[in-house]
């Protein structure tokens, strides 16, 4: 296993950490009809996009005449929290749920094209979804590899990492445990790199393996939570990725 090189807290951290104090994650809208649109080719009888339209999970928009509906993190936790891991249809339909959370809203849709495209052979999508959460369901410790296996073996089709962390963020997820799968997309990397400047994921790991550099990510990030708690400030890992991912790479906040 890759050792962590350095956890040092960066210095330009509690700054972007005060800087989104009041901001928090919104709700995310989408269009279930586009999704079921594109997400045609799904065997008869599984109709993995119930779960866009579900009164549970998600919520209606009020001033949307094209009936588009809103999700959010806790929504979707819910719905994976209640799955059952060993029926295709159920892990199907969080999946789905989860990549509509994902895509943020965005109307050049590259998450839905991915969706489409992982469930093409929604039998082998079943096993790669239902083997990642039981992996980091499992998992005993941040350290004990599981990170890393449920990266290693993560082969879904046009899905990568951006994608795939917010289904370990979120089918992953235990609660009560110290530590979490947290989200790596291409802006959390942005402001690493750009903003933080720490020279990405490969220098917070002697690796550069990706999933030794994941795994050195999710480490380092619940270390700097813990820093940032001595020094007064209430942020915990999810919190600091999230902010991580808004600022998006941008300045150094002025104090």
């Known amino acids: 296993m890759a050792r962590i090189v350095s956890t040092a807290l960066p210095a330009a951290l509690p700054a972007l950490i005060d800087k989104y104090r009041d901001v928090q994650p919104r709700p995310v809208r ?10 045609y080719h799904a065997p008869a009888g599984l109709d ?16 949307s005449k094209a009936k588009d509906r809103t999700v959010t993190l806790a929504d979707v936790r819910a719905a994976c929290r209640a799955m059952d891991v060993a029926d295709e ?9 989860t990549m509509a959370w994902a895509s943020e809203g965005a109307a050049a849709n590259p998450t839905l094209r991915a969706t489409a495209r992982a469930l093409t052979d929604p039998g082998r999508a079943h ?51 110290t530590w979490q799968p947290l989200v790596l997309d291409d802006r959390v990397y942005a402001t690493l790199n750009r903003t933080l400047m720490i020279g990405g994921t490969t220098r917070l790991a002697s690796s550069r393996r990706r999933a030794d550099r ?23 890992a999810e919190r600091i990725a999230f902010v991580l991912g808004r600022h998006d790479g941008g300045a150094v906040p002025t104090p």
Request: hydrophobic share 45%; charged share 25%; proline share 2%.
């Open 30 to 39: 989408f269009r279930p009809a586009t999704w079921k649109g594109v997400l």
């Open 48 to 63: 993995i996009t119930a779960l866009l339209r579900s009164r549970q999970y998600t919520a209606p928009l009020a001033e």
């Open 89 to 97: 249809r159920e892990v199907l339909q969080a999946f789905v749920l």
């Open 127 to 177: 096993r790669i979804l239902s083997d990642a959460v039981r992996t980091l369901r499992s998992a005993q410790s941040i350290q004990d590899g599981s990170l890393e296996a449920a990266h290693r073996a993560w082969t879904l089709r046009g899905v990568g990492q951006s994608q795939a962390s917010r289904w370990w963020a979120c089918a992953g997820y235990v609660a009560g445990r």
């Open 214 to 236: 994941y795994r050195a990510y999710v480490e380092a990030i619940h270390r700097w939570a813990v820093e940032l708690r001595l020094e007064g400030r209430d942020a915990d």
